[in-house]
């Protein structure tokens, strides 16, 4: 017999290469750091700041005469009619493309990016608005009325003659003296501070849905305590101005720093 020819077994399959991807992504647009000015003059009376994002601080100067207003990262548009002057700040975004629907949006959010604004206005402003989304204000040294309007952040307001301020979210803090007029303070989370100085005459009513309500250096007139929230009315002095607080989450404290105006 013939032997059989040895047959060599097959070669193992060769190892599958690895699959290698490239993924190209576009840089992210840059934001600039582009600032803006702008100066109102005239007989303004009435001073409105909008914006959406950023920390705000304004502050009134004696003797000053105009509005100046400076913007970092953020373009500002600036008018007044009959007295009444107007503040918009934008964010800035720069524009990488060159197709137009994709400008179109990069430049609506880009309006929406933060944008750190200081505003400059005399002293015996009568009137101030502000409009906030997001961002933490200050207001200093305002001898006129002062309404605020903003849903995220914290607020810190001194030597204004009367307010109101409306807020979503953040600590406010407040540091005046009211002698007439009406006040008010309507927030929803976050807590709240306002101390009157020395020569303050107010009438007060203040509530809590969920925290601790006090009133400190006032007759109290009412009081409700209850197992999470409570009320309470008091008088200091004449009475002569109207203070309404009204905190749906949080602590809320107003402190006469004398306690014995009259």
Do not use: Y
């Amino acid at each position: 017999m013939r032997a059989e020819q040895a047959v060599d077994p097959p070669a193992p399959p060769a190892p599958p290469q690895p699959k290698i991807e490239v993924v190209v992504t576009p840089a992210p647009p840059k934001t600039s750091t582009t600032t803006s000015q702008a100066t109102l003059g005239g007989n303004i009376q009435k001073l409105e700041v909008v914006t959406n994002s950023g920390d705000v601080n304004i502050v009134g100067v004696a003797g000053l005469t105009q509005i100046e207003a400076h913007a970092k990262n953020g373009t500002l548009e600036a008018t007044n009619t009959n007295g009444v002057a107007r503040i918009v700040a934008h964010g800035n975004l720069e524009d990488p493309t060159e197709i137009g629907w994709l400008n179109t949006v990069i430049k609506t959010i880009g309006r929406a990016l933060p944008v750190d604004l200081e505003v400059r206005v005399p002293q015996n402003l009568a009137h101030l608005s502000v409009n906030l989304v997001a961002g933490d204000l200050d207001v200093i040294g305002i001898q006129g009325h002062v309404d605020i309007d903003i849903s995220a952040g914290d607020v810190t307001l001194e030597g204004a003659t009367s307010f109101m301020v409306n807020a979503k979210a953040g600590d406010i803090k407040i540091k005046t003296k009211l002698e007439n007029g009406e006040s008010s303070v309507r927030a929803l989370a976050g807590d709240v501070n306002v101390d009157l100085l020395p020569g303050s005459s107010v009438a007060l009513k203040a509530s809590t849905t969920a925290g601790d309500v006090s009133a400190r250096g006032f007759i109290l007139t009412q009081t409700e305590k209850k197992l999470v929230g409570g009320s309470l009315e008091g008088r200091l002095g004449a009475a002569r101005a109207k203070l309404s607080c009204s905190l749906t989450a949080g602590d809320l404290d107003i402190v006469a720093i004398d306690g014995t105006s009259q």
